[in-house]
């Protein structure tokens, strides 16, 4: 139990354009879904924390308006970073956590962007 | 905010023997500490976790033990195997939102066979 998918696992943009990344929760409701970016040989940064039908609170630093966050259901989320550029290339990885042990994330696979 | 420090950054240790990481967190208010196992390119994988309410959790051959005075919390694997090796991530729980949580920089784990 506790499957959380992403999608996709890996892309490659020109610099300017948006790139939407759908994470899921397959086997249980997800109340509350994290975004964190992992650079090479770091540690993972959250970005944004979002909860079901409402807005997504983001950590200071990260901008709002740059990385748009939907989490339209119980079991999806999605980031879009919008108008991308060569220093937003990294790993984005999705966590979410359940009704149940509300403190215990279940990560993604990740997803690896390349901007060129 | 919570702050999380890990040492050490890297560790090599022989197949069989111990390895011990140690985490420091500032928030006293946090309640919530999980390790994770991360593979190169791969989601991080929860091994064990423990809350503010116990001392010490054990499972198999890894453990974890919290001094909720000192604000510090380790992670020891007994008997390491080759397949042990991966980097491993402590994590405390913030209070800037429900159940955040703030990971530290990261423990690169080697067991030489």
């Known amino acids: 139990g506790a499957v959380v998918s992403q999608h996709p696992s890996r892309v490659i943009c020109k610099s300017g354009t948006s790139v939407k990344i759908e994470c899921r929760s397959l086997?249980?409701?997800?109340?509350?879904m994290f975004w964190y970016r992992q650079f090479p040989k770091q540690s993972l940064m959250l970005m944004a924390t979002s909860n079901e039908g409402s807005k997504a609170t983001y950590e200071q630093g990260v901008e709002k308006d740059k990385f748009l966050i939907n989490h339209a259901s119980l079991t999806l989320s999605t980031l879009t970073v919008t108008s991308a550029h060569p220093e937003d290339s990294s790993f984005y990885i999705c966590?979410?956590?359940?009704?149940?042990?509300?403190?215990?994330?279940?990560f993604g696979p990740g997803t690896r962007l390349t901007v060129l | 905010g919570e702050n999380v420090e890990q040492h050490p950054s890297t560790l090599s240790v022989q197949e069989g023997d111990s390895a011990v990481i140690k985490c420091t967190y500032s928030d006293s208010a946090s309640n919530y500490f999980p390790w994770y196992k991360q593979e190169l390119g791969k989601r991080p994988q929860l091994i064990i976790d423990?809350?503010?309410?116990?001392g010490e959790k054990k499972d198999q051959r890894i453990a974890v033990t919290l001094n909720k005075t000192a604000k510090h919390f380790s992670l020891h694997i007994t008997e390491t195997q080759p397949e042990d090796s991966a980097v491993y991530f402590c994590a405390a729980s913030g209070v800037t939102g429900a159940n955040n949580l703030f990971f530290g920089t990261g423990t690169r784990l080697t067991v030489i066979p």
């Open positions: 086997d249980f409701q997800a109340t509350t």
């Open positions: 423990i809350r503010s309410n116990v």
């Open positions: 966590s979410a956590t359940g009704t149940g042990r509300t403190d215990t994330q279940y």
